[in-house]
């Protein structure tokens, strides 16, 4: 049975510029979750993705957008990228949409704005 | 808004010490998950809690989840060198899609 991964590992880019990350979920499961997580802080909850749609979202700016494929793999956007979005991005998938349903976390991209 | 508020958030403590770390909210969660975290990587689930009143072992590890549904503990039994993380609980409402995390303990465990 496959994890789930992400990539890239490390990421640096400049204010304004637009990133995107890369998820692979873990193999039977059909829910990805995207969570961002400032140093010493816990995960803030951005969105859900279940079967192709966005199926639930957090307190994030529209800037953050995401994509889920046929083969429940998933991509995070974001859009004029900001100082404060330095941090580290982690996905998770699941078997089901409900947040009962256990969550299993890719190591995550540590991104850094400068 | 849901928050779990955690404590301590710091604990450095010597191996075969005992320590326990609470989660608490002021709202009901459906189940609550506990995490560990290493520097560098994603969440490790460790242990889900579902029912109010709950118990549940994992070799050194137990963890506790309230009656009513609102806090959660973990009792870490003789530390060692190896529980040293960032312990985060989750929790989990009916009919929401996120999980609710709390800010974490970092435990340092020194041989």
Redesign the interface.
């Given at each position: 049975e496959t994890g789930?991964t992400?990539s890239p590992t490390h990421l640096i880019k400049t204010r304004g510029q637009q990133v995107t990350l890369r998820c692979s979920s873990q193999s039977g499961h059909n829910t990805v979750?995207w969570?961002q997580q400032a140093l010493?802080?816990?995960?803030?909850?951005i969105f859900?993705y279940y079967r192709e749609e966005e199926?639930?979202r957090?307190n994030f700016p529209p800037r953050f957008s995401g994509l889920q494929f046929p083969n429940y793999s998933s991509e995070l956007n974001v859009n004029a990228l900001e100082l404060d979005d330095s941090a580290l991005y982690?996905c998770?998938s699941s078997h089901g949409?409900?947040?009962?349903y256990?969550?299993?976390?890719?190591?995550?991209t540590?991104l850094t704005v400068t | 808004t849901q928050l779990l508020e955690q404590s301590p958030q710091f604990l450095s403590i010597q191996e075969g010490e005992n320590l326990t770390v609470y989660c608490n909210s002021s709202s009901v969660f459906s189940s609550l998950q506990w995490y560990r975290q290493e520097p560098g990587e994603g969440p490790v689930l460790l242990v889900t809690v579902v029912t109010g009143g709950e118990v549940k072992k994992l070799k050194r590890l137990t963890f506790q989840f309230g009656d009513a549904r609102k806090d959660s503990s973990l009792h870490i039994t003789a530390a060692q060198p190896g529980d040293t993380g960032l312990y985060l609980c989750a929790g989990a409402d009916m009919g929401r899609r996120a999980l609710t995390f709390g800010s974490g303990t970092r435990l340092q465990v020194q041989p």
């Open positions: 789930v992400q979750s969570y010493g802080q816990g995960p803030q909850f859900q199926n639930g957090g982690l998770a949409q409900a947040a009962s256990e969550q299993y976390f890719g190591p995550g540590r | -």
